[in-house]
Structure formats: structure tokens, C-alpha cells
């Protein structure tokens, strides 16, 4: 069965740091996989997707995002974090059937200025 | 910013009422996904169109829940007979290829 895995639900750091939420998933073909945040008050919105070819794929707002076969892993990056960046996030996963989308629970991030 | 509207904003219900939600999605989006996410913030897919025809729908919708994507009108998800397990946030997206999603503020469903 597919399924998407966020560890952490609530992330904090500085701005300036680096940070990366980690997303697992589990899939048994070639996965179509993608980060969206979600800002206080507003809707979902798009960051990236990894569809095929190169394993590390950039996004809108400058992130980034890492697709590891070995550990069925789909993390996001970006460094430095900004303040600005305080959301949450949300990994998905395209599974089997047409356009069947699973989501994980959602990361919180937290930046302090 | 997402084009994707969707109305009512809050519906409140008894239960076994009637309880419907139109999406519009944004101009040029054949695809069409509602979800279900609940106040643990799991997303379940409910159903999908393109155009006006079911790509794919869970059981679930198929039983209690209808909806539809009528040419030139808002597409629309009514439950028949509202439960208070119901009660969550239903999302609406649109797509022109069915992957990169674009997500209406949502439609929060309270079934007394």
C-alpha cells in the first residue's frame, strides 16, 4: 500500500540555519513525488516535483528537495531559512490508479527571526 | 496565489441533512480533485474529474457522496445524508496535467 511518512510534526530553528524536513513514502513502482506548504490563513500551494531524472529538484521559493531511491526518501531543503519560511509543509505522493494523490500529516515549520 | 474558489467557506449541518460544496477551478484546468482532510490534518482523496468525467473516486464517495464537474458550471461535491464523522475541511484542486495541484481555501464541514 502506498503511504507517506512526515516524522516530525513541528520543526524549529534560527533564521539563517539550513533546514530539511524529511519525508518518507512507500511505493513499490517509480513514485511521483512533491512538497507543498501551506501559509497561515491561505490555501495550499505547489513548491516542487520529482517526476524522473535528476534526484535533486528545485522549486519555487528556493527550496529544494532531494529523491533518494535507496532510503525512499524525499526531503526538503533550503538554505538559509527565512522568517518568512514559518509554514507548514506537506509531502505527497502520486500512487497507483489515475491521480490518486496521499499526503503525509504535515510538517510545522517554525523560523525565529 | 491559487485562482481556485470555493464556497461555502463554513456550512454547518444536522445530521442526515443534505450538505453541498461547489469548487470553480482555475480557468484552463481540465482536472478536478476533492479531499477530505480531517482535524488530524490526513488528506483523503475522494474523487477526480476531468472535464466532466470521473477519473477515479474511493468507495466511499461512491456510496454517500456525489459529485459532479458540469460544463460551464461549478463542480460540486454534495454528501446525501451528512454523518459527524463528515465533519472535516474539503478541499477542491485544480490541474491542467492531473500532477502539480492548485488548492482552494476549502469548504469546513460541521455536522451537528
Known amino acids: 500500500a502506498q503511504s507517506v511518512d512526515q516524522p516530525d510534526a513541528h520543526v524549529t530553528l534560527s533564521e539563517g540555519a539550513s533546514l530539511e524536513l524529511r519525508c518518507s513514502y512507500s511505493y513499490s513502482a517509480a513514485p511521483y513525488l512533491f512538497w507543498y506548504v501551506q501559509y497561515p490563513g491561505q490555501s495550499l500551494q505547489f513548491l516542487l516535483k520529482?517526476?524522473?531524472?535528476?534526484?535533486v529538484v528545485k522549486g519555487t521559493k528556493g527550496f529544494e528537495a532531494e529523491f533518494r531511491k535507496s532510503n525512499s526518501s524525499f526531503n526538503l531543503k533550503k538554505s538559509p531559512a527565512h522568517w518568512s519560511d514559518s509554514a507548514k509543509y506537506f509531502c505527497a505522493l502520486e500512487g497507483t490508479g489515475y491521480q490518486n494523490f496521499y499526503f503525509g500529516k504535515g510538517t510545522s515549520l517554525t523560523v525565529i527571526p | 496565489n491559487s485562482k481556485v474558489i470555493q464556497t461555502p467557506r463554513y456550512l454547518v449541518k444536522g445530521q442526515g441533512q443534505k450538505a453541498k460544496m461547489r469548487c470553480i477551478p482555475e480557468k484552463g484546468h481540465p482536472v478536478v480533485f476533492w479531499y477530505q482532510q480531517n482535524k488530524n490534518n490526513e488528506f483523503k482523496f475522494l474523487i477526480n474529474?476531468?472535464?466532466?468525467?470521473?477519473?477515479?473516486q474511493i468507495d466511499m464517495t461512491e456510496k454517500r457522496f456525489s459529485a459532479e464537474c458540469p460544463s460551464n458550471s461549478p463542480c460540486s461535491l454534495e454528501i446525501q445524508s451528512s454523518e459527524a464523522g463528515d465533519s472535516a475541511l474539503y478541499l477542491c484542486a485544480s490541474s491542467v496535467t492531473g500532477d502539480e495541484q492548485y488548492f482552494g481555501p476549502g469548504t469546513r464541514l460541521t455536522v451537528l
Open positions: 520529482y517526476i524522473t531524472g535528476d534526484t
Open positions: 474529474f476531468q472535464n466532466q468525467e470521473v477519473l477515479q
